[in-house]
Nanobody
Framework: VQLQASGGGLVQAGGSLRLSCAASGRTFSSYEMGWFRQAPGKEREFVAAISWNGGSTFYADSVKGRFTISRDNAKNTVFLQMNSVKPEDTAVYYC??????????????????WGQGTLVTVSS
């Protein structure tokens, strides 16, 4: 699976941004998808994840109620809608894929495939 993230950019605090991650291959629906982020000088951290059929979603406490993850299996794409963004949301955002039958949806080490990252900068 090859992943291509897009949609990052500069946004003012309180604004919105929508990230997309397009996946290649015909087995997209076999993967759980996650978004992670890495700020300068910090470790990569979990943001959100979604089950293979979109029936279950998972969020970090820091983004719960502000971010929404969704997927369109017909278009091999996963999205991250970011609302009410804050300066602390500034980071490079990565999409990632893991087989649906493995555990550890919150852990970076559980994911086999990663996109190249897209930079989100939130100005105060």
């Amino acid at each position: 699976v090859q992943l291509q993230a897009s949609g990052g950019g500069l946004v003012q605090a309180g604004g919105s941004l929508r990230l997309s991650c397009a996946a290649s291959g015909r087995t997209f629906s076999s993967y759980e998808m996650g978004w992670f982020r890495q700020a300068p000088g910090k470790e990569r951290e979990f943001v959100a994840a979604i089950s293979w059929n979109g029936g279950s979603t998972f969020y970090a406490d820091s983004v719960k109620g502000r971010f929404t993850i969704s997927r369109d299996n017909a278009k091999n794409t996963v999205f991250l809608q970011m609302n009410s963004v804050k300066p602390e949301d500034t980071a490079v955002y990565y999409c990632a894929a893991k087989p649906y039958y493995t555990s550890g949806i919150y852990r970076t080490g559980s994911y086999d495939y990663w996109g190249q990252g897209t930079l989100v900068t939130v100005s105060s």
